[in-house]
């Protein structure tokens, strides 16, 4: 039987497919209310189409949310996303207020989770998440490494 966090994460990595069907990279989130058991907002990467480098699936979850809700601050609220979050990421989700971030593939190069800085274990940070790494990683990390691999073939 797969927990409520494998569910989402297959909804995340749809997302990232689309993404990767797009010629983006394959980078899916969304954002969960779980006082009310619903969905948000999702988002998939989307730099290249926006044509704007700010355009990360967490950014685009996270400004979808805001409107969803009307209200900049997502307290209470989960991410989830199929990529260790980068630096950027990390700190559009302290200042969201995001209470649960759950992902899936480490990215020891660009992440800033677990990786690189470790943003929210920074003493500047002034909103820490609780993090779940690593639900259905190995799925996440497959389709990235599947998508470069194409990549480099071109």
Aim: charge should be neutral; proline fraction near 6%; glycine fraction near 10%.
């Amino acid at each position: 039987m797969q927990s409520e966090d494998e569910t989402l994460m297959l909804a995340a990595l749809d997302l990232a497919h689309e993404a990767a069907r797009s010629g983006e990279v394959p980078i899916g989130a969304l954002i969960f209310d779980p006082s009310s058991k619903t969905v948000v907002a999702t988002a998939r990467n989307s730099p290249i189409l926006l044509n704007d480098p700010c355009a990360h699936a967490e950014i685009l979850a996270l400004r979808a949310a805001g409107q969803a809700i009307g209200n900049y601050r997502l307290g209470g609220l989960w991410l989830y996303v199929t990529l260790e979050p980068c630096a950027m990421c990390a700190g559009a989700i302290s200042h969201a207020r995001i209470a649960r971030v759950i992902y899936g593939a480490p990215d020891p190069k660009g992440g800033a989770v677990a990786h690189g800085p470790k943003f929210f274990a920074q003493p500047t940070c002034h909103w820490r998440p609780e993090v779940t790494d690593g639900v259905l990683g190995e799925d996440s990390s497959a389709l990235l490494k599947g998508f470069f691999k194409e990549r480099r073939k071109a």
